[in-house]
């Protein structure tokens, strides 16, 4: 497994109050499937996936990524995990506007110490369909190409894991497909795990697995029009580790 979550619990305060926002989280995920992470606003979906990119740490609970335990690490030792790990694709796309697709895919290689970062920019620009592109600045491109470059950006340092936060909010129906079947390919042709945030189903239909959250749990894990529940009749807890392999 490249990734096991167990327990999972984060609250934060408001006020005097304490508000929690994962309830005791249990999942696993095979390398290289790709993964849904669905639910309505103020499920955990963002909370459970800045634990996952290594951004935050759980109050209590353990994640273990690619056999190492991340749940206690400092914050430097997090930040090296990420860096070596994991891709981030985000929502607005988060480029740098006065540098082209070009330098805005280099610089993870540039903050890592990467020699050749041309060539290999270059490479995965062409991955994503965008060696025609590469020398435009964010506002020359659409709002497709945009979050290709940032696809691009997430994977040319090779991760293991590439984390998706609503990668076709921002997007028409037509272009979020195309963009989705780009992430689906790195899954079934590079063999990188690849796990999306959306609260739109249609969206996470796509995934090989679809990992429902409701009110901070784990409402039901399974194929998208086959999800099973796994709270049990009360309403509280999960079931057996088992059915949470994804």
Known sequence: ?????QSLVKTYSLGESQIIVLDG??????????????????????TLMHILGCLDRPDSGTYILADEDVSRLSTDRLAEIRNRNIGFVFQNFNLLPRLNALENVELPLLYGGVPETKNRAKEVLRIVGLEDRMHHE????????RQRVAIARAIVTDPTIV?????????DTVTGQSILDLLKDLSTKDGKTVIIVTHDPEAAAIADRIIQLRDGSVASVGRHGAEESNRDPSGAGSASEGDFHA
């Open 163 to 171: 984390l998706a936060d609503e990668p076709t909010g921002n997007l």
């Open 1 to 5: 497994m490249i990734i096991q979550a």
């Open 25 to 46: 989280i249990d999942f696993e995920v095979k390398k290289g499937v790709m993964v849904a992470i669905s639910g309505p606003s103020g499920s955990g979906k963002s």
């Open 138 to 145: 964010p506002a020359q491109l659409s709002g497709g190409e």
